[in-house]
């Protein structure tokens, strides 16, 4: 069984400053992936990043990277320069082998304050 | 990645009734997949739609209460019926589009539903 840890119910950071977003996951999947999604108020969930269990560099996509601690089982999103457009709540999720099915955390809600 | 488009996007119904929600995809994919998120949750995963055969329903959820249908590769939908207060929630469509571990799944601009 797959599980998806996030432990910081909420967050708040200064608009411009750079704040991480912990998760960690549980799988005895040898290959996975690690997906990080925004969703704001409007209820749209908006892929972010990916990070697969076997690529050896954490990935980057803009303002976003993953912290990816492979022996740790943990995927923390980092944001820098945080922007007030960013306040919302953010989803980690892991996909395994077993096609099709996603798991998700419960979620942190990001607060960024001007 | 994937274009999603649903029906509607919001709306409010009386209890007992039913409400059908549409997903349109712009491609042709390999799974469909609705999602139910109730207020300040997570998402919890109803079933998964299969293209020529029935779904495959989770834990907890069943096709009487929740049917779907998915007639072709880009299009699926939802009917949440005799609706209760306790179905008010944000139904949100969901694509892969190769399979896989690696493969992102895309969501739709969801449907809030509100039921009296």
């Known amino acids: 069984a797959q599980k998806i840890t996030q432990t910081q119910p909420g967050m708040f950071v200064q608009e411009k400053e750079a704040v991480t977003l912990d998760c960690t996951y549980d799988?005895?999947?040898?290959?996975?992936?690690l997906f990080w999604y925004k969703q704001p108020s409007s209820g749209e969930m908006i892929f972010l990043i990916y990070?697969?269990?076997?690529?050896?560099q954490n990935a980057t996509e803009g303002r976003y990277s993953l912290n990816f601690q492979k022996a740790r089982k943990s995927a923390n999103l980092v944001i820098s320069a945080s922007q007030l457009g960013d306040s919302a709540m953010y989803f980690c999720?892991?996909?395994?082998?077993?096609?099709?099915?996603?798991?998700f955390g419960d979620g942190t809600t990001l607060t960024v304050k001007p | 990645s994937a274009v999603i488009s649903q029906k509607p996007s919001r709306d409010i119904c009386q209890r007992g009734t039913s409400l059908t929600i549409q997903c349109q995809v712009d491609?042709?994919?390999?799974?469909m997949f609705w999602y139910r998120q109730q207020p300040g949750q997570s998402l919890t995963l109803i079933a998964t739609?299969?293209?020529?055969?029935?779904?495959?329903?989770e834990s907890g959820f069943v096709i009487d209460k929740f049917p779907i249908s998915r007639p072709n590769l880009t299009f699926s939908t939802l009917t949440v019926s005799n609706m209760s207060p306790e179905d008010s929630s944000i139904y949100l469509c969901?694509?892969?589009?190769?399979?896989?571990?690696?493969?992102?799944?895309?969501f739709g601009p969801g449907t809030r539903l509100t039921v009296l």
């Open positions: 969901s694509v892969e589009t190769r399979g896989g571990p690696s493969d992102t799944q895309y």
């Open positions: 739609a299969n293209q020529g055969s029935e779904a495959t329903y």
């Open positions: 799988t005895s999947d040898p290959s996975y992936g």
């Open positions: 999720a892991m996909r395994g082998s077993n096609a099709g099915k996603s798991t």
């Open positions: 491609s042709q994919v390999t799974m």
């Open positions: 990070q697969g269990s076997y690529d050896q």
